[in-house]
């Protein structure tokens, strides 16, 4: 088993930052990719960035230019830095991580972004 842990959520302006965490733990034998979806309630999840095992940071296009995704050397903790952040950007953020064909979630930790 894979526990992930996010933290890092929080209220914050429109314009502000943000840096969330995820960190890894359990049954991990190797570094895998990670990412992390967002949620609205009462909409699906959508991707916002994703990092593979061997470091290629990938976004969809409305976070490009404003979120960086990253990890540390060990693999086990993933970062997403939000600057530039919008209203629109207020969800429910989890982060993913795929190993041996199985996706483990963490809890979600809450971004708010007040106009």
């Known amino acids: 088993q894979v526990q992930l842990v996010e933290s890092g959520g929080g209220l914050v302006q429109a314009g502000g930052s943000l840096r969330l965490s995820c960190a890894a733990s359990?049954?991990?034998?190797?570094?895998?990719?990670m990412g992390w979806y967002r949620q609205v309630l009462g909409k699906q999840r959508e991707l916002v960035a994703a990092?593979?095992?061997?470091?290629?940071?990938n976004y969809v296009d409305f976070v490009k230019g404003r979120f960086t995704i990253s990890r540390d050397n060990a693999g086990n903790t993933m970062y997403l830095q939000m600057n530039s952040l919008k209203p629109e950007d207020t969800a429910a953020y989890y982060c993913f991580y795929l190993q041996d064909g199985l996706a483990y979630w963490g809890q979600g930790t809450q971004v708010t972004v007040s106009s």
């Open positions: 990092i593979t095992r061997g470091g290629s940071a």
């Open positions: 359990g049954s991990i034998f190797s570094i895998n990719d």
